[in-house]
């Protein structure tokens, strides 16, 4: 069984950055990726990382969010910057054996996630 543990969420003001932080308990030669649920909503993909380095970003994310991994220290790591209140959610750290998939159900083990809320 594989444990996730995310940190780094908070309250940010619109503009600022936070950046997560996802350790796996175990070394995992798939996917890294983040997901995010708001309030009233699905789990959408945020970003994922490949062992390799390949990365994928959600449209919603692109220039703003930059995913990032450290292989020997079993950690994914989501800088975000810009944020707006819409970013406002549940971020969780997913992984998977094979490459990076943007559906949820395509990952086998999660963390709790971690509350992020962007607000003036």
């Known amino acids: 069984q594989v444990h996730l543990v995310e940190s780094g969420g908070g309250l940010v003001q619109p503009g600022g950055s936070l950046r997560l932080s996802c350790v796996s308990s175990?070394?995992?030669?798939?996917?890294m990726s983040w997901f995010r649920r708001a309030p009233g909503k699905g789990r959408d993909f945020v970003a994922g990382?490949?062992?390799?380095?390949?990365?994928d970003y959600a449209d919603s994310v692109k220039g703003r969010f930059t995913i990032s991994r450290d292989n020997a220290k079993n950690t994914v790591y989501l800088q975000m910057n810009s944020l707006k209140p819409e970013d406002t959610a549940v971020y969780y750290c997913?992984?998977?054996?094979?490459?990076?998939?943007?559906?949820?159900?395509?990952?086998?083990?999660w963390g709790q996630g971690t509350q992020v809320t962007v607000s003036s």
């Open positions: 997913a992984t998977r054996l094979a490459t990076i998939s943007r559906g949820p159900d395509e990952y086998e083990y």
């Open positions: 175990e070394r995992t030669f798939g996917a």
């Open positions: 990382a490949s062992w390799s380095g390949a990365t």
